[in-house]
Nanobody, 123 residues
Framework: VQLQASGGGLVQVGGSLRLSCLAS????????VSWHRQVPGKQRDMVAT???????NYADSVKGRFTISRDNAENTVYLQMNSLQFEDTAVYYC??????????????????WGQGTLVTVSS
């Protein structure tokens, strides 16, 4: 599974951005896709998750402002970010949790990461 994140940029406080995470490879093996963010010197935190079944989960800090969605036909997961605040400034990463079996029947599990995309919220 390979992931390509895009959509970051500079936005004013109160503005909106939409991040995209394009998946390729063994897309059918993906069970969940998440967005995370990281500020230099701090740990990477989960922001939002969407499962294969369409269930979503959000960090408390973004509930009501961020929406995670997917377009199965485009193999893309989106993170719509509204009412952006200074504290949303971070590098955003998408990840995919995948599992399947090899041709010989051996199970495998992995978490793939996309490259980060920088979101900067300014006044």
């Amino acid at each position: 599974v390979q992931l390509q994140a895009s959509g970051g940029g500079l936005v004013q406080v109160g503005g909106s951005l939409r991040l995209s995470c394009l998946a390729s490879g063994s897309v059918s093996s993906i069970n969940a896709v998440s967005w995370h963010r990281q500020v230099p010197g701090k740990q990477r935190d989960m922001v939002a998750t969407i499962t294969k079944g369409g269930l979503t989960n959000y960090a408390d800090s973004v509930k009501g402002r961020f929406t995670i969605s997917r377009d199965n036909a485009e193999n893309t997961v989106y993170l719509q970010m509204n009412s952006l605040q200074f504290e949303d400034t971070a590098v955003y990463y998408c990840s995919a949790d995948a599992s399947d079996y090899t041709d010989s029947g051996e199970p495998w599990v992995l978490r793939a990461w996309g490259q980060g995309t920088l979101v900067t919220v300014s006044s």
